[in-house]
């Protein structure tokens, strides 16, 4: 015999983001529910930080004495993205 799990009061767009990827993989709401609890405690400690904390932590880790318009058009000048070079356009 296998237990039963109730949910109750979930957020709309959270259940919504749920069918998403259960209607994606093919699954049943229950099916992708119970896919994301196994793939996240197969894991553990790989979801130690929340995203939230983690950007918190990115916070002023970046310093720099340029303006923001300096940083970007002197990264637009010396940007190859576009060059015949690059792969990604090949």
Do not use: C, T
């Not at 709401?29 to 939230?52: C, K, M, T, W």
């Not at 904390?53 to 993205?81: H, K, M, P, T």
Request: glycine share 2%; proline share 2%; charged share 35%.
């Amino acid at each position: 015999m296998m237990a039963n799990l109730q949910v109750r009061d979930i957020d709309d767009r959270l259940y919504e983001s749920i069918r998403m990827l259960a209607k994606s993989d093919r699954r049943s709401i229950s099916q992708e529910v119970v896919h994301i609890l196994e793939r996240y405690l197969s894991q553990p400690g790989s979801f130690d930080l929340n995203p939230a904390d983690e950007f918190l932590q990115l916070a002023g880790s970046w310093e720099d004495d340029r303006s923001a318009e300096e940083i970007i058009s002197e990264n637009r000048r010396n940007s190859v993205r576009f060059e015949d070079a690059n792969e990604l356009f090949d």
